[in-house]
Nanobody, 118 residues
Framework: QVQLVESGGGLVQPGGSLRLSCAASGTIFSLYAMGWYRQAPAKQREFVASITSSGGSTNYADSVKGRFTISRDNAKDTVYLQMNSLKPEDTAVYYC???????????WGQGTQVTVSS
């Protein structure tokens, strides 16, 4: 069973930064493209960013392009999301999964809450 554990969220003021981490276990992490997703209250989960298995290519939602950076460390089975210039509309629970998500085998983790507010 694949386990995904997200961390690094918190409360931050508009314009601030956060770095999210997602540690994976139970799979050969380096074989899979990975993605970050988010779900705001009363909204559907949406794609945020993805990175290929080697880390050589990335892709971003238009809403975060230029502000967020996805990266990975295959030696640590971990994917990261550096979030800069945060806006209130970035408030959501952030999740990681494969890209595309491999549910139900790769169950969604508990996510990490990001709240952007003054």
């Amino acid at each position: 069973q694949v386990q995904l554990v997200e961390s690094g969220g918190g409360l931050v003021q508009p314009g601030g930064s956060l770095r999210l981490s997602c540690a994976a276990s139970g799979t050969i992490f380096s074989l899979y493209a990975m993605g970050w997703y988010r779900q705001a209250p009363a909204k559907q989960r949406e794609f945020v960013a993805s990175i290929t298995s080697s880390g050589g290519s990335t892709n971003y939602a238009d809403s975060v392009k230029g502000r967020f950076t996805i990266s990975r460390d295959n030696a640590k089975d971990t994917v990261y999301l550096q979030m800069n210039s945060l806006k209130p509309e970035d408030t959501a629970v952030y999740y990681c999964n494969a890209d595309p998500p491999l549910t139900p085998v790769w169950s969604w983790g508990q996510g990490t809450q990001v709240t952007v507010s003054s």
